[in-house]
């Protein structure tokens, strides 16, 4: 059903502290949930076939529990070890979610969650991964989820592709009125879809609103949305809404996207609110990455900010 993490191939030596006093951000990784701390699940759902750029199959998840091992578990701005506090409950990789029986597979992983998680963090994967991982865990049945997705592109394409899930999930059910996608980009879209999205009443935010607003205010408005009347939350972070300068990993970023700070502050904001039960980050082929991997080591980054704005939740 799935398959354990793992070496990535040609992704060079990632240095551990053996320090005990600089504890490596991979320590907060458990095969089971931790007592007395906020359990934040974590597994991999590596979509590829359908992308509509070709990439490679190489692991993403894998590269990113990896890249954990460069940082530390201290927040300096909150002055909180997230190791005292939280731990990375890992469920391991869904075996070939494009495959044949692959929606089965993810349906099975998410049922084997602790009952106890304050959130789940999806490593993609391509954008394939949102469709997949919002559809096992509600069951399909949309009554009371909300989605925000901060994305370049609307995802309203036809087909089944990773250019697709947003319009997939309003066809399987969700309400496009407490769907948000902040981001959005000039010349990244159609008018077509963009009509789409409209008419069926799908908040946009574009990205010169969310910059003339704010990345934090933008956080919060898209979850006040997305969970009016008590929904849960589903947060998709797709890493081509950044600029193509620092995600060189990432096939269909260009210039001008979002700043990496800009990109970790948002993912701090969303995440600090208690209806956001899940987040995924999407849309990195670690064969494309630069090599610095600083596609990886931002992606690894903002798994470490969702954690430290579910500790956010408990001040």
């Not at 490679?56 to 990896?66: E, G, K, V």
């Not at 992983?109 to 602790?114: G, Q």
């Not at 948000?180 to 008018?191: E, L």
Request: contains cysteine; charged residues 25%; proline residues 5%.
């Amino acid at each position: 059903m799935t398959t354990r993490p793992g070496g990535v191939p040609n992704m060079g030596h990632v240095a551990t502290s053996s320090d005990p006093n600089w504890p490596p951000a991979s320590s907060l990784i458990s095969p089971r949930s931790v007592p007395g701390r906020s359990n934040v699940g974590l597994v991999g759902v590596a979509t590829h076939a359908t992308s509509l750029s070709a990439r490679s199959a190489l692991s993403t998840p894998q590269a990113l529990r990896r890249a954990l091992g460069r940082f530390s578990t201290w927040s300096f701005s909150d002055h909180v070890d997230l190791g005292e506090h939280l731990a990375l409950v890992d469920y391991g990789d869904v075996d070939n979610p494009d495959g044949k029986g692959g929606p089965r597979r993810v349906r099975e992983v998410v049922a084997s969650f602790d009952p106890d998680l304050e959130m789940v963090v999806v490593l993609g994967g391509d954008n394939a991964a949102t469709w997949h991982a919002l559809r096992a865990m509600s069951a399909q049945n949309y009554d009371d989820w909300g989605l925000v997705t901060l994305d370049a592109h609307l995802d309203m394409r036809e087909g089944v592709s990773n250019g697709s899930p947003v319009r997939q999930l309003l066809d399987d059910g969700l309400d496009a009125r407490h769907v948000v996608q902040v981001g959005i980009g000039d010349f990244s879209n159609s008018p077509h879809y963009a009509r789409r999205a409209l008419e069926l009443g799908v908040s946009v935010i574009a990205l010169e609103e969310l910059r003339s607003t704010g990345v934090e205010e933008t956080a919060r408005r898209a979850i006040e949305v997305a969970s009016e009347g008590g929904r849960r939350v589903y947060v998709d972070i797709d890493l081509d809404v950044a600029d193509r300068s620092v995600v060189p990993g990432c096939p269909a970023a260009v210039p001008g996207g979002l700043s990496a700070s800009e990109l970790r502050r948002f993912v701090r904001g969303v995440t600090s609110e208690r209806s956001v039960v899940a987040i995924d980050l999407t849309e990195i082929d670690v064969a494309r990455d630069s090599a610095d991997e600083r596609t990886v080591r931002l992606a690894a980054l903002l798994v470490l900010e969702a954690l430290a704005g579910v500790r956010r939740r408990g001040t």
